[in-house]
């Protein structure tokens, strides 16, 4: 089976009313877990590679080693998305090297770490739109500042986060910019803002309403009840990882990650993609941990890598499950890259896109 472009499996997604995890990725052992996960349950995937990740694994690899999962599981439905572009070039070179997904976030500048205003988001955004979509794939905006409304900054990710103090205007993606965002750029899936950040430190204690704002999401789902929204930063951090981590050896101060119900309830309104890659890489590392300590003499990298693999599996398999994502990747037959761009250009993917609720 074919890589699919994100629009049309989050079109599936709406469609049956779940959600997708997308998982990060810098090596092979991580891409085989994750494909194992879903073939176990029958899953469509989203893997995603951030800026960082193509520079330490390097584009041909990370191209390549797609192209082998891709071969080693026909019967499930890949999407390559470039996580958190920064500029055109980033977009554009993701392409070029087998990504059919992008995302530009035009909420911070290209330094990746200067918040951007509005009119610069919208233009950008448009840009890589525009170049996309002549070849089929699809594009995430982001509108909104990702960071922590505790204490009103953001964490960086591979050097990508905004710097200095944010306000809750800046946090908290507004509605009404939303519609008109989501009409000025034609964007695919919108990432919104809500009080999610990246990294294992998002909460100093289990999130409510106030610092993890999920009526954003209703009211812009609500407004734009055909658009795919996206929460970012929205691992668990669950506390049996925090526990084992701590057990073997390691110092993580306890922290609180997004819970699971509330991304549920985000799923049911709207959320069709949600990120993870903080949960993967405290499974993968509290396992490097306990074979570390376990078996002082171990000098074989195997010996690391497949428990951290086992570890890796059953989370993904676990979020597949919990957002209804199993059983649907038998039924989708990815539609080619050259049928997307006919469709965008023939307008057949823009109309009921676009419809604001009554």
Known sequence: MAKITL??????????????????????????????????????????????????????????????????????????????????????????????????????????????????????????VQMAHWIGASVEGELGVLGSLEHGSSEKEDGHGAEGALGHDQLLTDPDQAVEFVGATEVDALAIAMGTSHGAYKFTRKPDGEILAMRVVEEIHRRLPNTHLVMHGSSSVPQPLQDMFNAFGGEMPQTWGVPIEEIVLGIKHGVRKVNIDTDCRLAMTAAFRKVALQSKSEFDPRKFLKPAMDALRDLCRERFEQFGTAGNASRIRPIPLAEMARRYRSGALKSERMTKAA
């Open 7 to 128: 629009r049309q499996l989050l079109d599936d997604a709406a469609e049956r009313g779940y959600g997708v995890p997308a998982f990060n990725i810098n090596n092979m052992e991580q891409g085989l877990a994750i494909m194992e996960a879903a073939s176990a349950v029958d899953a469509p995937v989203i893997i995603q590679a951030s800026r960082g990740a193509r520079s330490y694994a390097g584009d041909i690899m990370l191209s390549r080693m797609i192209d082998a999962l891709v071969e080693m599981f026909p019967h499930i439905p890949l999407c390559l998305h470039q996580d958190h572009g920064n500029s055109e070039a980033t977009c554009a070179t993701a392409i070029q090297h087998g990504f059919t997904s992008v995302m530009m976030d035009g909420s911070l500048k290209a330094d990746a770490t200067t918040v951007a205003d509005y009119t610069y988001n919208v233009d950008i955004t448009r840009r890589v």
